[in-house]
T-cell receptor, first 119, second 114 residues
Framework: DTEVTQTPKHLVMGMTNKKSLKCEQH?????MYWYKQKAKKPPELMFV???????INESVPSRFSPECPNSSLLNLHLHALQPEDSALYLC??????????????????FGEGSRLTVL | AQSVTQLGSHVSVSEGALVLLRCNYS??????LFWYVQYPNQGLQLLLK??????LVKGINGFEAEFKKSETSFHLTKPSAHMSDAAEYFC????????????FGSGTRLSIRP
C-alpha cells in the first residue's frame, strides 16, 4: 500500500473547468513534488515544495497552480487546461529535498497518480 | 550533467527465465542510482537504490542490481521471472543528494510469456 494518497484517481474536465488534484502523505516528509507523465514516457518534474515553500517550478504554464497548505498536503489547481495536458499526474514526497552530507540518496515515494483527461 | 540510458524499450522473457534490464549512466561524479517499477495504472515504486558501499544491491521482489563503475552500468536482474513482474521499469540517476535532481531513463517495458 502506498503511503502517498492521491485523489481523485480519475478526472475528466472541459477546457473551461476549474478542478484540483489532491495529495496527502503522513510519513513526516518535508519535500513534496508534482510530476506529469505521458503514456510510455518517464515522469517529468513540474513543481517541488520544500518545507511548504515552492522551491522549484520547471517552467510550468500558469494554468497549473500548486499549493502546499501544510507539510502533509499538496494540491494542484487546474484551470483552462488544454487537451495536451491530459496525462497521469503523480505526487511524490521525500524526507527532505536535499540530503547533502547525509548520504541517503534522495529516495522518492510516489502516489498512484491522478489520470486527467481534458476534453 | 548526468544522464541515463536504458537499452531496450521492451524486453520479453518466459516465466521462470532470467530477467536482465540494462541501464547505463553518464556522470562526472559518483552517482546515486535507482530502479523504480511502475505497474499498470499505478505510481512508481522504488525497487532498489545504490548510494555508497556494496556495489551489489538487493531490492524487493527478488530483484538486484550491480553498480559497475568501470562500465558505467547499473543493470537490473532477477533469476526467475514471474508473471507479476510485468511492468514498466525506470532506471534513474542523481549526482546530488537532492530528490528533485533525479533524472529518469526512458523506461523498459517488461513482458512475461507463460
Amino acid at each position: 500500500d502506498t503511503e502517498v494518497t492521491q485523489t481523485p484517481k480519475h478526472l475528466v474536465m472541459g477546457m473551461t473547468n476549474k478542478k484540483s488534484l489532491k495529495c496527502e502523505q503522513h510519513m513526516g516528509h518535508r519535500a513534496m513534488y508534482w510530476y506529469k507523465q505521458k503514456a510510455k514516457k518517464p515522469p517529468e518534474l513540474m513543481f517541488v515544495y520544500s518545507y511548504e515553500k515552492l522551491s522549484i517550478n520547471e517552467s510550468v504554464p500558469s494554468r497549473f497552480s500548486p499549493e502546499c497548505p501544510n507539510s502533509s498536503l499538496l494540491n494542484l489547481h487546474l484551470h483552462a487546461l488544454q487537451p495536451e495536458d491530459s496525462a497521469l499526474y503523480l505526487c511524490a514526497s521525500s524526507q527532505v529535498e536535499n540530503l547533502e552530507g547525509l548520504g541517503a540518496g534522495g529516495e522518492l515515494f510516489f502516489g498512484e497518480g491522478s489520470r486527467l483527461t481534458v476534453l | 550533467a548526468q544522464s541515463v540510458t536504458q537499452l531496450g524499450s521492451h524486453v520479453s522473457v518466459s516465466e521462470g527465465a532470467l530477467v536482465l534490464l540494462r541501464c547505463n549512466y553518464s556522470s562526472s561524479v559518483p552517482p546515486y542510482l535507482f530502479w523504480y517499477v511502475q505497474y499498470p495504472n499505478q505510481g512508481l515504486q522504488l525497487l532498489l537504490k545504490y548510494t555508497t558501499g556494496a556495489t551489489l544491491v538487493k531490492g524487493i521482489n527478488g530483484f538486484e542490481a550491480e553498480f559497475k563503475k568501470s562500465e558505467t552500468s547499473f543493470h537490473l536482474t532477477k533469476p526467475s521471472a514471474h508473471m507479476s513482474d510485468a511492468a514498466e521499469y525506470f532506471c534513474a540517476v542523481s549526482v546530488e543528494s537532492s530528490a528533485s535532481k533525479i533524472i529518469f531513463g526512458s523506461g523498459t517495458r517488461l513482458s512475461i510469456r507463460p
